[in-house]
């Protein structure tokens, strides 16, 4: 009996939905809507919201001409394409100059023009590289170990006294360089994922305390072989927390096979030499190098670490440095990579629009909800009090079942023939 009375209510609703819809027309064909200009069509009337080769602007909440956006990039002496605009970063034809950060005709492999001009400053930087590489000797590798990896402030003071870095110092600083690092490099760290070099950096002049920095490969085709070795570097920047931290790029070169030895000429983005370096790699065998993309980051050896990245207009924090990349009350703006302030949302408000799912959620403030389909943020309406039941009481009709249980009020008792609550 349940079953022929379940399959009749069934039978009697898709009866009556074949009904609605050949006496409704429907709303989507009717409406006039998901054409140019037009508003964009409701969820229960059409997907998608607007006809074919055009676009639903929610600010204007009208259907639009879906235009690409002319990007001004990959184009003769244009600036090259980001990863996220397009693939290539050139037009056909054109390749990427690196150093000066824009497409050219021509062809090669990609670095082939900042090799060229590093081999120049190889050459040209021939004996402050050689005296580099005698002051090599001066630094003990396993002390230089220990004093990095504890963060040691007193031995690194201590070097800045010595006087191999006060002498190499002085070279530097006479030939335009404001820092000295001297650090550990190699070995595993010469694969992608891995440091480079991390070590101490001094001021050139003596005028600041020391820093520990940490250079970490972004895209790495440094020599693959040979164990950890003192790397010393001498850099344009300086070597305070707050002013360095930054992406570079530059070349290696291997002296040869068994030399155990090599150098980096090192540029920032806008083409200008940021500094050169020379390592003491143990066992380094074959001649190799190569185009790379690096960044460091500047610590405070003295009182909490200290990232300089983070902070208000600050570049973001890489993810090996910490999560967040920004502190708390910012955003990282992309692709710029920088950490801005966050301004004040025109949404989630009474009678403002909702806010997206990638701006914040809930969507409306608390107390509001999200009107559909007007994508408005509306207050939540009062409940009205329930009406007073004329019932239950003394001389009252019983209250019905949906109203309320028991029928009559307490001490008092339903009369079924005079239909009462009485005594």
Known sequence: MITKNLFSVVMLTLLMLFSFEILIPKTAEAANCGGNNQRPCNIWERIPSCNKGLYEDFRAKKCRVNKKKKLNCG???????????????????????????????GSGSVGSDIKRNAEAVLRD???????????????????LEQAISKKD???????????????????????????????????????????????????????????????????????????????????????????????TQ???FEAGAGAGGGTGIWYDYNGKLDGISVSAIVGASGKAGSYNRVTTSYYNLSGPTYINCGAKDQRACKVWERVPSCNKGLYEQLP????????????????????????????????????????????????????????????????KLWERVPSCNHGLKEHIFKGRCLK
């Not at 003769?76 to 693939?87: G, S």
């Not at 004996?127 to 001066?138: D, R, V």
């Not at 070279?171 to 480079?196: D, E, R």
Request: hydrophobic share 30%; net charge positive.
């Open 125 to 143: 930087s021939a004996t402050i590289l050689s005296t580099m590489g005698g002051y090599l000797a001066c630094f003990d590798k396993r002390l």
């Open 250 to 252: 530059g070349f290696s």
């Open 336 to 399: 710029q990579g920088i950490c801005r302030a966050k301004t004040a949302l025109r949404c989630g408000g009474l009678n403002q629009r909702a806010c997206k799912v990638w701006e914040r959620v809930p969507s409306c403030n608390r107390g509001l909800y999200e009107k559909f389909p007007t994508g408005m943020c509306r207050a939540k309406a009062k409940p009205k009090p329930k009406p007073r039941l004329q019932c239950g009481a003394r001389n009252q009709r019983p209250c």
């Open 153 to 247: 402030a007193a031995y690194a003071k201590k070097l800045q006294n010595s006087h191999c870095v006060k002498r190499m110092g002085g070279i530097a600083y006479s030939q335009g360089y404001n820092t000295l690092t001297v650090g550990i490099s190699g070995g595993g760290s010469f694969i992608i994922g891995g440091f480079l070099d991390t070590g101490f950096a001094f001021d050139t002049k003596g005028r600041r305390n020391p820093t520990l920095y940490q250079t970490k490969a972004i895209n790495v085709g440094i020599q693959a072989g040979g164990g950890a070795g003192v790397n010393i570097g001498l850099y344009k920047g300086s070597n305070a927390v707050d002013a360095r931290g930054s992406d």
């Open 75 to 105: 184009a003769l002496n244009q600036r090259p394409c980001n990863v996220w605009e397009r693939i290539p970063s050139c037009n056909k034809g054109l390749v990427e100059n690196l150093l000066a950060h824009r497409c050219v005709q």
